[in-house]
């Protein structure tokens, strides 16, 4: 064993790897702390946290704004559209394909007007049936804004976690009120459930070879399509409907490629 003080080594003739690295450990751990912590109330909380300021002040319609940008630079497609239109942005980002899969808990008025051959999982189809599945159609648990990320839970609404990585394009339903700023928040409504099973989703599934070229659909569906759920809009006082009332504003959809 090296009888060298524990001071910061100099690398010298004889001086081992080993004894140079455990030579300057020793000298670090001599070092009182500065910030050493002995009560928990010691502990900075000035760290992001799920109450945060900008978290529960921010427009909820810039947050989704913030979404839709983030998930469309992550080369996703965003469907904007509203709840009376949610059947028919479905029906857009499932275009083309000729059977769709859904979790047992997925609305059946999402599906109203796909023109795909449409299985709800009944838990069975391995990885080699849903190989064959065009795409798979699920909602989500939370969305994170400044992350783009869609966090899944394994419950009836967003499947289990084959049904989102196996077929090649994933169709995902995002609520209004499931989209949150920053990673706290998300966190603790994830907080909600600790013990479930979650898949965190950043856009496509995506890698790259040695020589840094992007391939997708390696690792699971090459193509993602996020249907982002607006309010709708509010009414225009001067334009009475049919049964007298006032009129909803036109809804329009956005498509971010």
Do not use: F, N
Not at 24 to 44: K, Y
């Amino acid at each position: 064993m090296s009888t060298r003080p524990a001071a910061r080594p100099v690398r010298t003739p004889g001086l081992s790897a080993k004894e140079e690295i455990m030579a300057r450990l020793r000298a670090a751990l001599d070092v009182p702390r500065r910030d050493a912590v002995t009560e928990a109330a010691d502990v900075p909380r000035d760290y992001q946290r799920a109450d945060d300021r900008q978290e529960v002040s921010t427009d909820p319609a810039k947050v989704r704004d913030v979404l839709a940008q983030r998930i469309a630079d992550y080369r996703a497609t965003v469907h904007r559209t509203t709840p009376s239109q949610l059947p028919a942005a479905i029906a857009e980002a499932l275009d083309g394909a000729g059977s769709v899969i859904v979790p047992p808990g997925v609305p059946e008025g999402w599906t109203a007007q796909v023109a795909a051959t449409v299985q709800v999982d009944d838990g069975t189809p391995g990885p080699r049936e849903l190989d064959v599945i065009d795409a798979v159609l699920t909602g989500c648990h939370t969305a994170i804004a400044v992350t783009g990320t869609l966090v899944l839970r394994s419950d009836d609404l967003s499947g289990r976690r084959a049904l989102t990585l196996v077929p090649d394009r994933h169709v995902v339903v995002v609520q209004a009120d499931q989209v949150v700023l920053g990673v706290p928040k998300g966190i603790e409504r994830m907080g909600e459930d600790p013990a479930s099973p979650w898949t965190l989703i950043s856009g496509p599934s995506a890698t790259s070879d040695i020589e840094l070229e992007r391939v997708e659909g390696v690792h699971g569906p090459r193509q993602l399509h996020v249907v982002l759920v607006d309010p709708e809009p509010e009414p225009e006082p001067d334009s009475p409907a049919p049964d007298g009332t006032s009129a909803s504003a036109p809804t329009s959809q956005e498509t971010y490629r």
